[in-house]
């Protein structure tokens, strides 16, 4: 599927190819909670990083999320990159080299019409904010971390590339 996206202001566009464009996780992380607000948690879709067209590239200012794990005493930055506009700051899309083939474009910054996923995962719930209330549907499945499916395993069992 083809996905257009961009920021608020206009100033940056994009498009990228996608096989898993159902927008079914949603992440109560600290990072994207704050990064990307709205409803405490933010949702990645997946695409083909070689497809990916961007104009307005001048604007793009990219954050790397400092990180403590649990026992460390210092915190270090990630590697992955979360790219933003940096005239409104409108969070586009995540980047990591973990996935260099990958681009983790954010939902809220997709103009084209996603489908509606039949289920949700919800993750990182063990760090998601005290005033969340989290709405979990019969089918959804619910993590303290991150599960084990990938995004494209989950459009894999449930049918749904495109």
């Known amino acids: 599927m083809q996905l257009e996206g961009s920021c608020h202001c206009g100033a ?7 096989a898993h464009p159902y ?18 948690y933010a949702i990645n879709l997946s695409g083909d990083a070689r497809s ?8 793009i200012a990219i954050y790397h999320a400092r990180l403590k794990d649990e026992g460390d005493k210092r915190a ?8 933003f506009c940096s ?11 973990q996935w260099p083939e990958l ?12 489908p509606v996923p039949p289920e949700h995962t919800h993750l990182m719930l063990g760090s998601k904010a005290s005033w969340v209330e989290v709405e979990v549907k019969p089918k959804d499945q619910q993590f303290e971390v991150y ?8 459009h894999i069992r449930l049918g749904l590339e495109k």
């Open 76 to 83: 270090h930055n990630s590697t992955a990159e979360r790219h």
């Open 52 to 59: 990916l067209k961007v104009r307005g590239r001048k604007h």
């Open 103 to 114: 681009i983790h474009p954010f939902a809220s910054a997709i103009d084209t019409a996603l």
């Open 12 to 18: 940056v566009s994009f498009s990228l190819t996608s």
């Open 23 to 40: 927008p079914y996780q949603r992440c109560y992380c600290s990072i994207c909670r704050k990064t990307q607000g709205g409803g405490g």
């Open 147 to 154: 599960p084990e499916e990938s995004i494209a395993d989950w």
């Open 87 to 97: 005239v409104c700051g409108t969070g586009l899309w995540l980047f990591s080299p």
